[in-house]
């Protein structure tokens, strides 16, 4: 039980992270949550609004490609459980800087598992390393079947690959140290601080300001859809009560084509703007595809759902709604992070 310990957080100022942090500090009173981020372009502390001034809160400003950096944290500050989320996480800039995700996703990876295997090498009963990954790691699926915990790892982007491979160091730092970890797979997520180079944030900022939706391809690809909050609960719970050594897959139960996402994007915003009915999907141009596009996942998140009874507490409409509904409370937010070098960004990606 971690409740009253000091648990480490990596990538707490990133989307996925916030909300897990947010989540911890608010539900643990009595432990200290570290959050360490070095603030990349996607980090940003707004995100963390709110929470940042609790007494069991701590921001630790440091870079996981700084193994002695790292090290020293983990004596000073003695955590006791990390969960593990600092990445690089967006798949086109992968394709552009493939060793920017091998340096940060693997070698930031083995350096807070080694941090962690030196501090704890004494004691590992009562410790973990929980490290976050994506289902992406397993390639890509044809017209039907589903990801389990089984299926045999085939990343075809460098991004999937750089995760894939963390993974693999994660379980062999268990099977050879016997380092105390638990590892879970989740679909892609949505939702409330999500940096807008992703797709819905990407597709929400341009409706607002009609610009061009630029759908990959022949819009055809599938993916499964997770509301960010519920795999903030999801992640919540294996921490908890997840077996030591096992990986669990989390997704929605909920897979859209992306042409049809799209479309149901515009109808809710034409609604929420009060345009005409079918005024944003004119925005919606097709264009050329990635290389080594994953054609569908899908994920079978049924041991999560059988072994420690969790699943999704939102349907995509509901959660797509909460959405657009929270970008449109804060344009202040979007203003800031797609000033200055987001605009160079978009500018070459969609040239
Ligand atoms: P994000 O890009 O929004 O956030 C990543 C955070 O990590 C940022 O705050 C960034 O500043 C920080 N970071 C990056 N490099 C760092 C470094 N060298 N040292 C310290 N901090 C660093 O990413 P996200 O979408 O929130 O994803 C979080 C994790 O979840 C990643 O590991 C990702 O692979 C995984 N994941 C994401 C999704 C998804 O749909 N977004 C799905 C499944 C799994």
Not at 191 to 205: H, R, T, Y
């Amino acid at each position: 039980d971690f409740k009253s310990k000091n648990i480490l957080i990596t990538g707490g100022a990133g989307f996925i992270g916030s909300h897990v942090v947010r989540k911890f500090v608010n539900d643990y009173p009595d432990a200290q949550i570290y959050n360490l981020d070095a603030l990349t372009y996607a980090g940003n502390l707004e995100n963390l609004k709110g929470i940042d001034q609790k007494e069991n809160y701590t921001f630790l400003k440091a870079d996981i490609n700084n193994a002695e950096e790292i090290n020293k944290l983990f004596k000073k500050f003695e955590f006791d459980a990390v969960i593990h989320l600092a990445a690089e996480s967006h798949v086109d800039r992968s394709i552009s800087d493939p060793l920017a995700f091998a340096k940060t996703n693997i070698i930031g990876t083995l350096n807070l598992l080694e941090a962690a295997k030196n501090q704890w090498k004494n004691k590992l009963e009562g410790k973990l390393f929980y490290h976050i990954s994506t289902d992406e790691v397993y390639g890509s699926l044809g017209n039907d079947g589903l990801f389990t915990e089984k299926t045999s790892y085939d990343p075809n982007s460098p991004y999937s690959a750089s995760k894939a491979s963390s993974d693999h160091f994660v379980r062999a730092y268990g099977e050879t140290y016997n380092l105390p970890y638990v590892i879970s797979n989740c679909s892609n997520n949505y939702g409330p601080n999500q940096f807008p180079e992703k797709l819905i944030p990407l597709f929400i900022n341009n409706v607002i300001n009609k610009k061009n939706l630029p759908v990959y391809g022949d819009g055809n690809y599938t993916r499964d859809w997770l509301y960010v909050i519920d795999h903030a609960a999801a992640i919540q719970l294996i921490f908890q009560k997840g077996k030591l050594g096992e990986t669990y897959n989390i997704g929605g139960f909920n897979e859209w084509k992306n042409i049809d996402l799209v479309k149901l994007l515009c109808q809710q915003m034409d609604e929420k703007l009060g345009r005409e009915k079918g005024e944003s999907e004119q925005l919606i141009t097709f264009v050329k595809d990635r290389p080594g596009h994953d054609l569908r996942y899908a994920i079978d998140a049924s041991k999560i759902n059988n072994e420690l009874g969790w699943k999704p507490s939102v349907t995509f409409e509901e959660g797509l709604s909460k959405t657009i509904d929270w970008y449109l409370e804060n344009k202040e937010w979007m203003k800031n992070v797609t000033s200055g070098a987001y605009q160079q960004y978009y500018e070459k990606q969609y040239k």
